[in-house]
């Protein structure tokens, strides 16, 4: 809902409750200057928020709630697709090993180093 952010009483107001507060202003057949007095906003930050949600820049975040809906699987789609992800495995695959040898190789020079000036 909202949370008081400092001393002087900022109200942040989570994304959910600015969209509830718009769809509501755009279902009911009542002015917005009505609706924040009731919500205890001002007609202002209504009238903003309803800009900023025709703007798009209201995006809800994502919630754990579980969709009754089939959703996609996220798998590649056409022939291409998969032959990109398989080859991109690979490189995947083969860049961890390269990136394991280097480790290695840097651990294996700095032994060496350390040796070479105890002796």
């Known amino acids: 809902m909202a ?9 942040e ?16 057949g009542v002015k917005v200057t009505q609706i924040a007095e009731v919500l205890g906003l001002h007609p ?9 949600y025709r703007e ?7 919630t754990r709630k579980i969709s009754m809906t089939k ?3 996220g798998q590649p789609e056409t022939a291409k697709e998969r032959s990109e ?7 995947v ?3 961890r090993k390269e990136n394991s040898f280097l480790k290695k ?15």
């Open 3 to 11: 949370r008081i952010l400092c001393k002087e009483r900022v109200v």
């Open 13 to 28: 107001y989570s994304i959910d409750f600015k969209i509830s507060v718009v769809q509501l202003t755009d279902r009911l």
């Open 44 to 52: 202002v930050m209504v009238y903003r928020w309803r800009q900023e």
């Open 56 to 62: 798009g820049k209201f995006i809800a975040k994502p």
């Open 71 to 73: 959703e996609q699987t």
């Open 85 to 91: 992800l398989v080859r991109l495995r690979k490189e």
């Open 93 to 95: 695959i083969a860049l």
């Open 105 to 119: 190789w840097e651990r294996y020079l700095k032994d060496q180093k350390r040796r070479d000036s105890d002796s």
